[in-house]
């Protein structure tokens, strides 16, 4: 549906800006693959500067990347580079629909206007009557629950119906493809979990394939089929949302997304994806699909709710830590311990029932496939 | 008065706890702090040089100099006789004039700076400082050297496929050229701010649904502009309208009169008809109100055009292509007319022996003459000692008041503060010569002697920028959180204590900024000092005006350079302190 390879975008560095000639130049996008399936929601998730936005603006039609080559179901939007035919579609000719962080909802306009502005502009050829226009805008309205309001000035609407009046904007042409630049980062908190199901109930049901942008990784969790967590420029990781959150690749991704407990180690010993780890908090026995021979300095990577907290010996003996309670913190859905294993502090997070004195001896329980291995930085 | 306010404690201790004054103590007498003393004393000054100008300027007018009865004879002079119709035509006609050109101007090159790849983006802000630098009066001076239909030079090089005096600078046509090239760096400005306030997602988002790029500029862009539009162009109307150099060294010749420049010559006539005159600025002053009203007016409807705004994605600038090279000449065009051009022209008029148009001759004559003779003339350095003198106290006194009247508006809860708001502002509505006239007749009439002394000239432009420097005061107060000063006074300190010690030293940099813009506004003022001073108590540009009349014009060129160099000076210290010196010219 949506390819992109190679795709490079670069801004004259500093130095360069300056005047001086010898300035690096600075990656927002460096060598970018991804491919994204017909209906999906494909997520691309970072920190601010990760280039998660450029690369969505390259797929729009803002931003002119430097090379590489971006298609739509097989119709070349953009390509550039050693070995390629030079294209570069306009963002007005690409057919893409977008809502924008901001909502970019034009304020001289009415509602209707707002939505009916796409098919008013399109190139004389394509376009449909006035009658048709009035019954499309309306069904569109109308999935959008705007209908009543469509007379209305534009900046009339609160927060929320603003962003279904920009999805609205968006959707009215039927394009291949959506983009969403950070649609919920500006509303409150309670509101932007109610739209959050909601964009998710909307992208199901219109099955409209979507890129979406965020920095907020409960977001990208809950809505996506398929995630890329970027960093400077390069995608880090790709995967389905519980396969990136359960085996976390690298340092960065398992700390971006949750929180992670990072316990340093090294192999002793492998068989297939069976690991056996040293670390300084004791012997790990675990399965990792990482690909690390015996000898290799690791991190464990644990998260905090994986952890099992018990004042009694556990059963069966493997992975069992014994530490002491350090600080302890209610957080009303859940409780979390700090607790002492020698030199190191883990984070365990446990249901609000279990809750231990600070100085009490407790014995960690680690299960097998909770641990991922990652490289160390 | 320490004392007074809070008792000195029985030496020995224990220290009595301290009734708190509850509704039933009363005291014996009522003696101030000095934190309402101050305050008092603040509120005082603001309304007396807001109101008392306004006031003898109505009384002046509606009544008889010398009988002291009621009288519409004013009135009916001024705007009954045979010339009036047309003066307000041509007043219309010029200010109309030189807002559309200084916004059609303006705006294009605004255009070309926020949203195109143009190239030369430096050349725009040193253009755009020009009105700071170079007065109205020596930009005027420098038009008429160029297209004077005797001397002026570009009439001179366009000879020979025209004939003599291609271009009258002596017209309407003339003055609107000038100020509407004066006011198009201001609006320029103006633009710049309305063209980056806008989210650039909205206009990406009219891409992205398909239109092109007219499309988005014809559905989205200008419509979106259109109250800031509307806004600038009542501005500059105003502004043109309240201008005095323009049309009064341009029009006065032909006998093209607008409001400013019919004051003016009915003041300078004999016997002087006050009553008509006042009849005139009070007309002037009413269409300034309504322009200024008009704009609150309009800016305030803009608000509903706000809508939520993001992080605002720095927008790719648009490819102007082959495009590129044209607009690059345009922008290098109008920096030449606009900067060099005049420029040159005064620089080359000051160092001849007498004015004449450039030639092997005219060349080869050049001395520094004219700036040597300035320093044999006591006048010229009377002048110049005169206008620093001016601009430091009247910036260092408005400033000062400003801090204080500032704090009432936005940090006190004292009734009235809004009242204190409104005075302060009050005076950016009065043309200078306006508040010229009214400073006349209440200094004529009042004992106190300072009528005929620079000190006049002090109050005049403490009341001019009285509100400039109320806006440099109160945008750097409002940035302040008012926990700094609540902390202050928990941790015990007094409010004067809190005031110096907290508060002014954070508003400094605010404070500094104000002070500069006013010192160079005042160094340059001349359309309220025409009407204020005596002669052996020149300032500089009254003695260009002077030597204008005089038709000394290698000696005034010599005197603007002197000008233009000093403010020049003025200004890049502005800069490099990092004040950002608004283009709120008089």
Known sequence: MLEISNLVKSYAGERARRGGSQGARVFAVNDVNLNVEKGEMFTLLGPSGCGKTTTLRSIAGLEKPDSGHIGVKGRTLFSAGAGRKTVNVAANRRGLGMVFQSYAIWPHMTVFHNVAFPLQVRPRGQRVGKNEIEQRVHRVLEVMELRRYAERPATKLSGGQQQRLALARALVIEPELLLLDEPLSNLDAKLRESLRYELKRLQRELGITSIYVTHDQIEALSLSSHIAVMRDGEVMQLGKPRDIYENPASKFVAEFIGSSNFVPGHVVGRSGDTYTVDTQAGRLNLTSAADMPAGTEVSAAIRPESLELTTARPTDGQNVWEGVVGTRAFLGDAVDHLVRIGKIELRARSLPNVSLEPGTEVFIKLPADKVSLVPID | ?586
């Not at chain 2, 009384?59 to 307000?88: C, H, I, P, V, W």
């Not at chain 2, 009105?131 to 020979?160: K, Q, R």
């Not at chain 2, 009849?279 to 002053?285: C, H, S, T, V």
């Open chain 2, 1 to 586: 008065m320490s004392v007074a306010t809070t008792p000195a404690p029985p030496a020995p201790t224990p220290r009595p706890p301290r009734t708190p004054p509850g509704p039933g103590r009363t005291r014996r007498f009522w003696v101030p702090t000095p934190k309402i003393l101050i305050l008092g004393v603040v509120g005082i000054v603001v309304a007396y040089l807001a109101i008392v100008p306004l006031w003898f300027l109505i009384q002046g007018t509606f009544f008889d100099s010398t009988s002291n009865l009621f009288t519409l004879e004013g009135f009916k002079r001024a705007y009954t006789d045979a010339q009036s119709f047309e003066m307000m035509r041509n007043s219309i006609w010029f200010a109309i004039g030189s807002a559309v050109l200084s916004l059609v101007v303006g705006t294009s090159l605004a255009f070309l700076n926020v949203r195109t790849d143009v190239p030369f983006k430096g050349l725009f802000f040193a253009a755009s400082i020009i009105p700071l630098v170079v007065p109205g009066i020596l930009y005027t001076v420098a038009w008429i050297f160029l297209a004077s239909p005797d001397i002026g030079l570009v009439n001179f090089a366009l000879e020979p496929i025209f004939g003599p005096g291609t271009f009258n600078i002596y017209s309407v046509w003339g003055m609107i050229w000038v100020e509407g090239l004066h006011l198009s760096p201001i609006t320029f400005l103006f633009m710049v701010a309305a063209f980056r306030s806008q989210d650039p997602s909205l206009e990406e988002s009219a891409l992205m649904s398909g239109a092109s790029r007219i499309t988005v500029l014809r559905r989205i862009t200008v419509p979106l502009l259109r109250p800031a539009i509307a806004a600038s162009t009542l501005i500059m109307t105003v502004r043109a309208l309240e201008s005095f150099e323009v049309p009064a060294l341009l029009g006065l010749q032909e006998g093209i009169y607008v409001f400013t420049s019919k004051i003016y010559f009915m003041l300078r006539t004999y016997p002087q008809d006050l009553n008509g005159a006042g009849a005139l600025a009070i007309g002037l002053l009413g269409i300034a109100a309504l322009g200024m009203v008009l704009e609150h007016m309009l800016s305030r409807g803009a608000k509903a055009y706000q809508t939520v705004t993001g992080k605002g994605f720095r927008p790719r600038p648009i490819e102007l292509g082959r495009w590129r090279s044209v607009a690059g000449i345009a922008i290098i065009g109008y920096f030449f007319l606009t900067v060099i051009l005049p420029m040159l022209m005064l620089i080359y008029t000051s160092l001849l022996p007498y004015y004449q148009r450039p030639s092997g001759k005219a060349f080869s004559s050049m001395t520094f003459q004219n700036y040597a003779d300035l320093l044999e003339m006591s006048k010229a350095t009377t002048a110049l000692k005169n206008s620093l003198i001016l601009g430091a106290s009247s910036a260092t006194l408005v400033m000062v008041l400003m801090a204080i009247a500032a704090w009432i508006v936005v940090r006190s809860h004292i009734p009235g503060r809004k009242l204190l708001d409104l005075l302060s502002f009050a005076p950016l509505v009065i043309p200078g010569l306006v508040l010229g006239l009214s400073l006349q007749f209440v200094y004529l009439r009042s004992p106190i002697p300072i009528y005929g002394t620079i000190w006049i000239l002090l109050i005049a432009y403490c009341t001019r920028y009285m509100p400039y420097g109320m806006r440099y005061a109160v945008t750097s107060m409002q940035q302040i959180s008012s926990e700094l000063e609540e902390s202050a006074a928990v941790s015990g300190a007094t409010w004067w204590q809190v005031f110096r010690r907290v508060l002014l030293p954070l508003l400094m940099p605010g404070l500094l900024a104000g002070w500069i813009y006013i010192f160079v506004v005042s160094f340059r003022e001349l359309s309220s000092s025409i009407l204020l001073y005596s002669s052996g108590n020149e300032i500089l540009s009254i003695l260009i005006w002077e030597q204008f009349e005089n038709g000394k014009f290698t000696t005034l060129a010599a005197l603007g350079v002197v000008m233009v160099a000093v403010l020049m000076v003025l200004v890049s210290i502005a800069y490099k302190l990092g004040a950002k010196v608004g283009l709120q010219q008089d």
